[in-house]
C-alpha cells in the first residue's frame, strides 16, 4: 500500500523551530520529487516546498524562503522540513504528497494524512 | 503568483442532482505550444487529505467515478459531478501548475446537501 507519514508535529512558541518528518512506504520513494503543502486554519491549501527525487533542487513558497528548509533522505524513504523562526501565522495542518509522476508535476496523487504545528506564546 | 478563484463558496445540492463548481484563474493556464491546461481538482472529505481527482482539466484520476468530469480552458474551468452522491460530501479545491513554483490553490468550495 502506498503511504505517507507525516510527524513532529507539536505546540511550539514564535520564534522556535521544528523538524516535520514524512515516512514513506509503498512506492519508489527515490524516484519522486516530494512536497510539503499546508492547510492554514479557516483558509485554504497553501504549497510549502518541494524537492526533486536526488535532493538537487528544491522550491519554497515566499512566505517561508530563509525560514524552512526541505530535505529527503532516500536510504529511509524519508521526507523533511526543518521550520526555523516561526510565526503565529505558520500554525497549520501540514501534509506531505508525492508528485504524480516522474519529474515535477505539481499534482499531487498521496497526501499523508498530516500533522498539526501550532505556533503560539 | 497566479490567483485562484473559487465560486461558490459553499453550495447545496439535492442527491442525484448536478453540482458545478467554477475556477478562475488570474491569469491564462493553458499552454499554447502544447494546447495543455495546468489544471488539477482536488476532493478533501472531513478528517482526510486531499484526494487528486483530476489533472490537465479534464483527465480523471484512476479510480475517480466518472459522474466528476472538468472543463474549460485559459482563465475559466469548472469541476462537474453529476448525480451527486452522499459520499460527495467535501471541499473542493482546484490547483495551477502552469507557472510553478509556486503552484497555487483556489479558496476551495464546499458541497452540501440539500
Known amino acids: 500500500e502506498v503511504q505517507l507519514v507525516e510527524s513532529g508535529g507539536v505546540v511550539v512558541q514564535p520564534g522556535g523551530s521544528l523538524r516535520l518528518s514524512c515516512a514513506a512506504s509503498g512506492f519508489p520513494f527515490d524516484d519522486y520529487t516530494m512536497h510539503w503543502v499546508r492547510h492554514l486554519p479557516g483558509k485554504g491549501l497553501e504549497w510549502v516546498s518541494l524537492?526533486?527525487?536526488?535532493?538537487?533542487?528544491?522550491y519554497y513558497a515566499d512566505s517561508v524562503k530563509g525560514r524552512f528548509t526541505i530535505s529527503r533522505d532516500n536510504s529511509n524513504n524519508s521526507l523533511y522540513l526543518q521550520m526555523n523562526s516561526l510565526r503565529t501565522e505558520d500554525t497549520a495542518f501540514y501534509y506531505c504528497?508525492?508528485?504524480?509522476?516522474?519529474?515535477?508535476?505539481?499534482?499531487?496523487?498521496?497526501w499523508g494524512r498530516g500533522t498539526t504545528v501550532t505556533v503560539s506564546s | 503568483d497566479i490567483v485562484m478563484t473559487q465560486s461558490p463558496d459553499s453550495l447545496a445540492v439535492s442527491l442525484g442532482e448536478r453540482a458545478t463548481i467554477n475556477c478562475k484563474s488570474s491569469?491564462?493556464?493553458?499552454?499554447?505550444?502544447?494546447?495543455?491546461?495546468?489544471l488539477a481538482w482536488y476532493q478533501q472529505k472531513p478528517g482526510q487529505p486531499p484526494k487528486l481527482l483530476i489533472y490537465?482539466?479534464?483527465t480523471r484520476q484512476s479510480g475517480v467515478p466518472d459522474r466528476f468530469s472538468g472543463s474549460g480552458s485559459l482563465t475559466d474551468f469548472t469541476l462537474t459531478i453529476n448525480g451527486l452522491q452522499a459520499e460527495d460530501v467535501a471541499v473542493y479545491y482546484c490547483?495551477?501548475?502552469?507557472?510553478?513554483?509556486?503552484?497555487?490553490f483556489g479558496g476551495g468550495t464546499k458541497v452540501e446537501i440539500k
Open positions: 504528497a508525492k508528485d504524480f509522476d516522474t519529474g515535477t508535476n505539481y499534482y499531487l496523487d498521496v
Open positions: 490547483q495551477q501548475y502552469y507557472s510553478a513554483p509556486p503552484t497555487t
Open positions: 490537465w482539466a479534464s
Open positions: 491569469q491564462s493556464v493553458t499552454d499554447s505550444s502544447n494546447n495543455r491546461n495546468y
Open positions: 524537492i526533486t527525487w536526488d535532493g538537487a533542487t528544491t
